[in-house]
């Protein structure tokens, strides 16, 4: 039943949910005025799971947010940033 829906693996899945998202827009969003988000896709941008991240910021002595930025998007290794405020 998941994978008729959701797709078989998570490529699958997020192709799906981009459609999903896009067909909420086209329906909802574009009658209101609303404008549709960035895509993230061919961004330079990976997740750090908690124990990760703790670890890297520990040792420069700053996490993402005491520099002001948002920690799922904060490259601790080069300090670059792929979001707009």
Same mark, same amino acid.
């Given at each position: 039943m998941w994978?008729?829906k959701?797709?078989k693996?998570?490529?699958e899945?997020?192709?799906? *949910?981009?459609?999903?998202?896009?067909? $909420?827009?086209?329906?909802?969003?574009?009658?209101?005025? *609303?404008?549709?988000? =960035?895509?993230?896709?061919?961004?330079n &941008?990976?997740? $750090?799971?908690?124990r =990760?991240?703790?670890?890297?910021?520990d040792?420069r002595g700053?996490?993402?947010?005491?520099?002001?930025?948002?920690?799922? &998007?904060? =490259?601790t290794?080069t300090g670059?940033? =792929?979001?707009k405020?």
């Amino acid at each position: 039943m998941w994978s008729a829906k959701f797709g078989k693996n998570r490529f699958e899945y997020g192709r799906i *949910l981009r459609e999903m998202h896009t067909s $909420l827009y086209e329906e909802v969003g574009s009658k209101y005025g *609303l404008e549709r988000g =960035d895509s993230i896709e061919g961004r330079n &941008v990976s997740h $750090l799971n908690k124990r =990760d991240y703790i670890r890297k910021t520990d040792s420069r002595g700053k996490t993402g947010r005491e520099s002001g930025q948002r920690a799922s &998007v904060y =490259d601790t290794e080069t300090g670059n940033t =792929d979001f707009k405020p």
